[in-house]
């Protein structure tokens, strides 16, 4: 993203001047406060919205010179809103994608901890998800975490995977986001800092700029905004 500005209404400002280097494979991590901008960076790098100057690129390809279906197909999405449609987990799991076989399938469950909901189920992968189907939050995340891995997409969106699952589930979703991270680039969406201590760099914004960024590490001992929001939710969790 180079000198990228952006806002909804002219008399508005949001995003200004933004600049952002990723490296491939490398995972960036967008913390702040509500409103800060976070979720409109990733509806720029998607062309939900264009900005209003500078330039997008992936792979030195600016992304107005490429079509919005063929930009957003390289991108994996894991939501804080799980959806699952009416159909087979197979159907939920495959999606688009073609070819996809059962050991496939088998291999991706079980690094999604998936394993054994499938041994439940009574019709193993091709168990209509529906209402005799009564999947908790948890399962319902781990379900969505494996349909990305299905995907393969190059790029990764993960918009608050975590938020809607209990403590004991989110260390589950926490080690299959992992594993479907590797080898990617992803840009987190995180409230929780204690996901993403792991992130390459982490970007913290407020009011539309990037006011600091480094790890995790480098960010604690600048004791700025990021390490006291960081130490507010270490106390509210003590």
């Keep these: 993203m180079e000198n990228v500005n952006f806002s909804y209404v002219p008399e508005k400002k949001l995003i200004q001047n933004f600049n952002l280097h990723v490296q491939s494979g490398q995972k960036i991590a967008i913390v702040g406060p509500t409103g800060c901008g976070k979720t409109t960076i990733i509806n720029l790098l998607l062309r939900f919205y264009d900005i209003n100057s500078g330039k997008i690129k992936i792979s030195g390809k600016d992304t107005k010179d490429i079509t919005r279906s063929s930009l957003r197909s390289q991108f994996g999405m894991v939501l804080q ?22 050991e496939q399938l088998d291999e991706i469950c079980k690094v999604c901890g998936l394993s054994g909901l499938v041994r439940q189920l009574p019709d193993g992968y091709d168990t209509v998800l ?8 948890g399962q319902r995340q781990l ?14 969106i993960l918009d608050e995977a ?4 209990d403590t004991r589930t989110e260390q589950k979703v926490q080690k299959a986001m992992d594993k479907l991270t590797e080898g990617r680039t992803s840009f987190v969406i995180a409230h929780r800092l204690s996901t993403i201590k792991n992130a390459d760099c982490i970007l913290v914004m407020k009011d539309g700029d990037i006011i600091e960024s480094g790890s995790h590490d480098v960010l ?4 700025g905004f990021y390490a006291e929001i960081y130490n507010s939710q270490f106390e509210q969790v003590s």
């Design 143 to 156: 379900i969505t975490i494996a349909r990305a891995m299905v995907e393969d997409a190059p790029l990764l």
């Design 130 to 137: 529906g209402d005799n189907a009564h999947l908790s939050a």
């Design 81 to 102: 809103d799980t959806w699952l449609f009416e159909g087979t987990l197979r159907e939920n799991l495959v999606y688009s994608k073609t070819g996809v076989t059962d």
């Design 220 to 223: 604690m001992e600048r004791g």
């Design 162 to 165: 975590t938020s809607s699952v």
